[in-house]
């Protein structure tokens, strides 16, 4: 039978939280008032440390943001944002765990509570093809609307998101997690515990404190992705 491996993203493949780097970006450049959204930015970023962040109220304010620009003008600054940003915390280790679920034949993906339109251009970076993240609405241009499409991928979110891109994988009869062999998932932080529970194999990858703690206590393994980088 075949495995699938899950994997987060933020503090998890890269060292940064893309969602927080972007805003920063969009600040850096001029796109957006640089104090009013910094702050805001940060109070939100602290709040997701903290475990006491509302994903819906986040991604209003970060669907909303990226719907004041035309499509074609985000995608230049994407570009910008990746070369910057995001090429250079692309480490060695991140690419050798995927490759070596992707040596194995496990089916892959990244399951992020970040949307769509920041995280897609990451994953394909990284050799990912699946991704499950916030969904944008898109008008008929696919310019993004500012609102979100289904629940958040955050939290219990993400197990909704993954059972409903299995259901539409052509992996049959692997429709549910139990019907793989083994099953993976790498996450940094204790707001995945939902899903980390569900899956046979968990790993505590980068933990913030809050998961390693629980991790000990679970006797899941501990993975330091970057600490020899």
């Keep these: 039978m075949r495995n699938i491996a899950l994997f987060d993203l933020d503090h998890t493949l890269i060292p940064i939280d893309s969602d927080f780097e972007w805003g920063q970006f969009l600040c850096r450049t001029g796109a957006v008032d640089a104090d009013a959204f910094a702050r805001r930015n940060a109070d939100f970023f602290a709040q997701y440390q903290a475990g006491t962040l509302d994903p819906v109220e986040y991604l209003e304010f970060a669907?909303?943001?990226l719907a004041q620009f035309p499509r074609t003008t985000?995608?230049?600054l994407h570009a910008q944002f990746m070369q910057e940003v995001i090429q250079p915390v692309l480490l060695p280790a991140a690419y050798d765990l995927i490759k070596k679920h992707q040596d194995q034949d496990d089916l892959i993906a990244i399951i992020t509570a970040t949307n769509r339109f920041v995280t897609?251009?990451?994953a394909k970076a990284l050799g990912v093809q699946h991704l499950m993240a916030a969904e944008p609405e898109l008008d008929a241009a696919g310019n993004i609307t500012g609102k979100l499409l289904g629940v958040p991928s955050s939290g219990a979110g993400k197990i909704v998101h993954l059972q409903d891109w299995l259901a539409k994988q052509e992996v049959t009869p692997l429709r549910q997690l139990?019907?793989?062999n083994?099953?993976?998932f790498?996450?940094?932080s204790q707001n995945d515990i939902p899903l980390l529970e569900r899956v046979s194999h968990p790993v505590a990858t980068n933990p913030n404190e809050k998961l390693r703690a629980y991790a000990q206590t679970k006797g899941w393994p501990q993975l330091?992705?970057?600490d020899k980088q």
Excluded: N
């Design 224 to 226: 330091h992705l970057f």
């Design 120 to 122: 897609a251009p990451i």
């Design 182 to 184: 083994h099953s993976y």
């Design 186 to 188: 790498y996450s940094d």
């Design 178 to 180: 139990s019907d793989f």
């Design 63 to 65: 669907l909303g943001t």
């Design 74 to 76: 985000l995608d230049e």
